[in-house]
């Protein structure tokens, strides 16, 4: 039995209360969560790869144009969470880095698209 100002009770103690501040997350909603953050940064990246095309860029600068979308993207997902990501996701990289190579195949193909048909055709 642990008395009070024994050492051995505060280690417990502490150890409860690391396990009681662990966040708890609805596995169905965090999923929900992480999709639509997918599917908006595609839906961006194709948007995004139209706009680059219609505007004539070419090499470099439709990467850096690519990845401020994305950047917009971040900060405008961050801020839908109203910045509290942790009621939402189970770390901030959800938000920052999740999703951003994954539609970049897209804007290629939708930036080189409209620039074809916009200033070659």
Not at 27 to 42: A, C, E, F, G, P
């Amino acid at each position: 039995m642990a008395v009070e100002g024994d050492p051995r009770a505060s280690a417990n103690k502490s150890l409860g209360d690391a396990v009681d501040d662990l966040p708890i997350f609805n596995v169905d909603n965090l999923q929900s969560n992480i999709k639509s953050i997918y599917y908006s940064r595609t839906f961006l990246s194709i948007i995004g790869g139209v706009i680059a095309g219609i505007w004539g860029f070419t090499g470099f600068t439709g990467f850096i144009f690519y990845f401020i979308v994305m950047a917009a993207a971040s900060l405008s997902l961050a801020a839908k969470a109203k910045f509290s990501v942790h009621a939402y996701f189970d770390s901030w990289s959800r938000i920052l880095v999740d999703g951003i190579f994954g539609g970049l195949m897209s804007f290629v193909l939708f930036w080189t698209f409209a620039y074809d048909i916009v200033h070659i055709f």
